[in-house]
C-alpha cells in the first residue's frame, strides 16, 4: 500500500495535510557514548550534509546549533520546573545560537529566566490552561466531526491553542462543541486535509503480509526478544512483516491507530536489534525529547535523510481514519514510503513518521509519534550504542532503573540522594542521575 502524496497549490498561508507514507529506511543512527550532557555527541556526515542542505547551514554552524539546542533543552527544563504553574511554553530561534525563549504568566519570573540567559515573555495564558484546553478539543474530537478542522494545538509562541481548519466555521463549530474558552483560540485557514501517510536497521523498508511497505523505525528489545517500534498505522495484531530483502522476519504484536499511530514488531531469531539508522555510521545514543524550534532529521526508504525543524509538540491531526493525538509536528519533507520511519534530532531518538503532506521537491509538513510514549506503553528498551543485551528490568520503585522511561518533573532516588527529571528520555546504562546534569537536577 504505497500511497502517493497528491500535492495541491496552496492558497491559503498555513497549509498541513497528511498522508499515510508507509516509509522504509531510514538511512541514519545516531552515536554518543553517555557523556555529562547526554544529549549531544559528534553528528554523522551524512546528518551534517541534510542539515546543510535543508536548513542552509554551514556544517560548522550544524554542529553549533546541535549543542546550542541540547543546551537550551536543559534549561527550558529547569525553567519549567522552577515557574510551576505559570510556565507557559518555551522554544528555540536562530539558524546557529538557537536562542531560548520562555514564557511565563507572572511577569515577576523574568529575573529568573534571564538569569538563565534566555528570553523571557510574559503571556495570559499558561501552559498548563492550554493543554487543559486542547485536551476538550480532543474528547469533542470523539463525538464530533473534524475533517474540516482537521489540526489543532498547543502553540506556544503565540499562546494560543491553534485550529488549522480548511472552513473557518468547521473551527467556530468545532470550538462551541468542546465548550473551550474562545479567548484561547486561534484559528488558521488551511487548503489541504491530512490523511495518514501509509506504505531493522531505522529507515529500512519492510512489507506487511506480502504487499503493503512501511519504514522500520527504531529497533528495540522486549526481554530477550529483537523487534522495532514503527507506525501503528502500517498494521495490526497479527499482521506478518518480511524485511527489506524479502525474507521472513516477524509480526505485529501491538497498535494503535487512530487516537495515536504506534505500534511494535517482534522479529524472529534471524533478526537483530541494532543502534544503526540505515545509511549513516553513527548511533542513536537515546531519546532525550528535543524542544520545539530544535532542527530534526528524517531518514526513509523513499526519500533517505531530510531535515527540518520542529514546530510544535503534543499536536492533535484529523485523517480520513480518524484523529490523531500527541503527535509532533515538523517542516520536513517526506513521501509514501516514509511511513513509521525514524525522526532524529542530534543521536537522540524523537519519534516514528505518521503523516505528512507536501513532497521532497516543493517541501512539506509532516507529524511523527513520538518514541518515548511507544517505549513506556509496551515495555520496550530502545537499541542504543551504550545498550547491552536484553532488557534490564524494572528497579525497586522509586529508585533510579535502566530502560525506564521518565518524564518532566518525576523524581528518582539514586546513591540516597533525589533527583528530579529535567528532559523526557528512557533511561540508558551510564547515564546515572550524578552523571548527567543535563537531563537530572538533585533535589
Not at 462543541?177 to 488551511?190: G, H
Request: aromatic letters at 6%.
Amino acid at each position: 500500500m504505497l500511497l502517493r502524496l497528491r500535492s495541491r497549490r496552496r492558497a491559503l498561508p498555513t497549509v498541513i495535510a497528511a498522508v499515510t507514507l508507509s516509509l522504509a529506511g531510514l538511512p541514519h543512527t545516531a552515536a554518543a557514548a553517555p557523556d555529562t550532557d547526554a544529549t549531544t555527541s559528534s553528528p554523522s556526515s551524512e546528518v551534517l550534509r541534510a542539515m546543510q542542505r535543508d536548513l542552509g547551514l554551514t556544517a560548522g554552524q550544524a554542529k553549533a546549533r546541535l549543542a546550542n539546542e541540547a543546551r537550551a533543552g536543559a534549561d527550558a527544563g529547569r525553567l519549567q520546573l522552577a515557574l510551576g504553574k505559570d510556565f507557559a511554553g518555551a522554544w528555540v530561534s536562530g539558524a546557529e545560537s538557537a536562542r531560548l525563549t520562555v514564557a511565563t504568566t507572572d511577569r515577576s519570573d523574568a529575573a529568573a529566566i534571564k538569569a538563565r540567559g534566555a528570553t523571557a515573555k510574559v503571556v495570559d495564558h499558561s501552559l498548563r490552561a492550554l493543554e487543559a484546553t486542547r485536551a476538550k478539543l480532543d474528547k469533542a474530537a470523539t463525538r464530533a466531526r473534524t475533517a474540516d478542522a482537521p489540526v489543532w494545538y498547543v502553540d506556544a509562541r503565540t499562546n494560543t491553542v491553534t485550529v488549522e481548519a480548511v472552513r473557518a466555521a468547521a473551527a467556530r463549530e468545532f470550538v462551541r462543541a468542546a465548550k473551550a474558552d474562545p479567548a484561547q483560540i486561534r484559528v488558521v485557514r488551511t487548503s489541504e486535509r491530512p490523511r495518514a501517510l501509509y506504505d531493522i536497521r531505522g529507515g529500512d523498508a519492510y512489507y506487511m503480509n506480502g504487499t503493503g511497505r512501511c519504514s522500520v523505525g527504531f529497533a528495540i528489545t522486549r526481554g530477550t526478544t529483537n523487534g522495532f517500534a514503527t507506525a501503528g498505522h502500517c498494521g495490526r495484531p497479527g499482521t506478518t512483516t518480511t524485511g527489506y530483502n524479502q525474507a521472513a522476519q516477524g509480526s505485529f504484536q501491538a497498535s494503535v491507530f487512530p487516537g495515536q499511530d504506534m505500534a511494535w514488531v517482534a522479529t524472529n531469531t534471524n533478526w537483530r536489534s541494532t543502534p544503526t539508522v540505515n545509511g549513516s555510521s553513527q548511533q542513536v545514543a537515546g531519546s532525550t525529547q528535543a524542544p520545539v524550534g530544535s532542527s530534526v532529521c528524517r531518514s526513509g526508504s523513499t526519500t533517505g535523510w531530510h531535515c527540518g525543524t520542529i514546530q510544535r509538540h503534543n499536536t492533535s491531526v484529523t485523517y480520513p481514519e480518524g484523529t490523531i493525538n500527541g503527535v509532533t509536528q515538523t517542516t520536513v519533507c517526506a513521501e509514501p514510503g516514509d511511513s513509521g520511519g525514524s525522526y532524529i534530532s542530534g543521536s537522540q531518538a524523537q519519534g516514528v513518521t505518521s503523516g505528512g503532506s507536501g513532497n521532497c521537491r516543493s517541501g512539506g509538513t509532516t507529524f511523527y509519534f513520538p518514541i518515548n510514549p511507544i517505549l513506556s506503553s509496551y515495555g520496550l528498551t530502545l537499541t542504543t550504542s551504550g545498550s547491552g543485551p536484553g532488557d534490564p528490568g524494572p528497579g525497586e520503585p522509586g529508585t533510579w532503573s535502566a530502560g525506564t522511561v521518565y518524564k518532566t518533573g518525576d523524581t528518582v532516588t539514586y546513591g540516597g540522594a533525589s533527583y528530579r527529571c529535567l528532559q523526557g528520555h528512557q533511561a540508558q546504562p551510564g547515564w546515572e542521575p550524578p552523571n548527567v546534569p543535563a537531563l537530572w537536577q538533585r533535589g
